[in-house]
């Protein structure tokens, strides 16, 4: 079946250090989400790509797909303690049936030191 | 507009018994996804409901079931519960079917003792 990885699984940083997390799939993708989800919370959305090569900007977050359709990456500039929290990558397939369901990544648990 | 909500929260069962959690989705989303989260295994879907019909189902057991009211809430069933159900349910409702974005609801945890 299809299968997200994603890296690293867990990253600490100093605040003001840039951070990024990676998302590669077995499979060609019709789309990729991010989710962010704080301790204790819920997964919150951040974004949908869709086309390959889309690149998309929210504030410090910067938002990556592929070439191929297959890998993602998500990069934050100079994190904050809000930024703290598990980031999820999410890939849907592209047509028919079951491949419609979302194939969610491990998750990238960030940490910030103040 | 309000968020999806679940409830209950919290829940705590012995094995052998059941559960069903119910989801209440943001108003004119008809779509409603449940997953499991846990730390092993992450998150994981289980099955989505669109106007009142299963459109996907993940790898569970028959165990595991559902349903959609013609309300789009959700209510999800869990038979015969093993100590490994332990989990944080989360529902999700989206207003398009088929893996776009979801907006989650607080979750359940369920402890299964």
């Known amino acids: 079946g299809q299968q997200v990885m994603q890296i690293p699984q867990y990253q600490h940083v100093q605040e003001g250090e840039d951070f990024t997390t990676y998302c590669n799939s077995s499979?060609?993708?019709?789309?990729i989400q991010w989710y962010k989800q704080r301790p204790g919370g819920h997964p919150v959305f951040l974004i949908q790509l869709v086309k390959s090569g889309e690149v998309k900007k929210q504030k410090r977050l910067t938002f990556q797909f592929g070439e191929a359709k297959k890998n993602s990456s998500l990069h934050i500039t100079a994190t904050q303690t809000t930024d703290v929290g598990t980031y999820f990558c999410?890939?849907?397939?592209?047509?028919?049936?079951?491949?419609?369901?979302?194939?969610f990544g491990k998750g990238t648990l960030l940490t910030v030191n103040p | 507009k309000a968020g999806v909500t679940q409830t209950p929260r919290y829940l705590i069962k012995t094995r052998g018994q059941q559960v069903t959690l119910s989801c209440s989705p943001i108003?004119?989303?008809?779509?409603v996804s449940w997953y499991q989260q846990t730390p092993g295994q992450g998150l994981q879907f289980l099955f989505e409901?669109?106007?009142?019909?299963?459109?996907n189902k993940g790898n569970f057991p028959g165990r595991f079931s559902g349903r959609q009211f013609s309300n789009s809430r959700s209510e999800m069933n869990v038979s015969t519960l093993e100590l490994g159900d332990s989990a944080l349910y989360l529902c999700?409702?989206?207003?398009?079917?088929?893996?776009?974005?979801?907006?989650f609801g607080p979750g359940t945890r369920l402890t299964v003792t």
């Open positions: 999410a890939g849907r397939r592209g047509s028919g049936g079951s491949n419609y369901k979302l194939t």
């Open positions: 999700a409702s989206s207003s398009v079917q088929g893996g776009h974005e979801q907006y």
């Open positions: 409901y669109f106007s009142e019909t299963q459109r």
């Open positions: 499979t060609t993708l019709s789309n």
């Open positions: 108003s004119g989303h008809r779509s």
